[in-house]
């Protein structure tokens, strides 16, 4: 629903269980901001109408959207930054002057997080991915222009993994990418040198597992990540911690993601540690 003093909102479906406007609430307060942030449930036949009544009403700055219009939104927008554009998806839409303007921060998120939480930086590194669906395609553009040196992603599915790489390739042609089928990593040796490894897969949800994960091959120096952020820690950072590797939680991507969307829509920097403890209220 959105209330009188409603600026900015998520739009998504289901869309109930979204933590963006505790987060979001939390900043607007800390800076002042006298307006809120609601959550508005859009079934995707609705979407074209909802766009058209939102371009009308000046009186809103943008909204977040997530599942299921992250895609189909782009063609409803008057603008579509370059790098939304390669996604293929947009996270945050910015009103101004009657236009929708779309942007993706999820990508940059990730990558904010990581430089800020664990002080690494992707230039050189060799990365590992698993999953193949939007979040990984939004992760690997963001490291693959940080210029990583190498990018293998894992995909139960293979043919997805195989269409990803095959279309990063043709954007990112200098950098060495290899796609592979999940059930392939134990066999594989792309395991051995990665820096970084990255669970973008849904697997985590509900708390969920990988079953025989070759943990054995990681070096001591990964760095192992989950970007499902309920549960904080996942059954797979549960055992990447019992080995003894670093871990880097999902919530800072929700964080970021969101602190980025803040300031494309108030102009202000976004109160990262006011956001984080929000969530945790509530994580
Ligand atoms: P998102 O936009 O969050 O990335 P998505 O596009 O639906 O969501 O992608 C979900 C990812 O989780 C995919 O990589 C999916 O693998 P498939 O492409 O093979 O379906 C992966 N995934 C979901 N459930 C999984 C499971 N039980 N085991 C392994 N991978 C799983």
Redesign the pocket.
Known sequence: MILPKTKLFIIGHPIGHSLSPLMQTAALKKLNLRYGYSSVEVLPEELPLFIRKIRQNPYYLGFNVT?PH?ETIISLLDYVCPEANQIG?VNTVVLRNKQLLGFNTDGNGFIQGLKLNSKFEPFDKNIVL????????AIAIKLLKANCQKLSIF???FN??HELVSYLKSIFPNITLEAFA?DALADSNQLENADLLVN????GLKG?Q?NDFPWAKLKASCIVSD?VYNPLHTPFLIEAEKRGLTIFTGDFMLVHQGALAFELWTGHKAPIKTMHQALYSKM
Do not use: E, P
């Open positions: 599942l992250k998806a698993l999953g193949a669906g939007g979040a990984s395609r995909n139960r599915h997805r993994a999940l973008t897969t849904s697997i969920t990988f970007i």
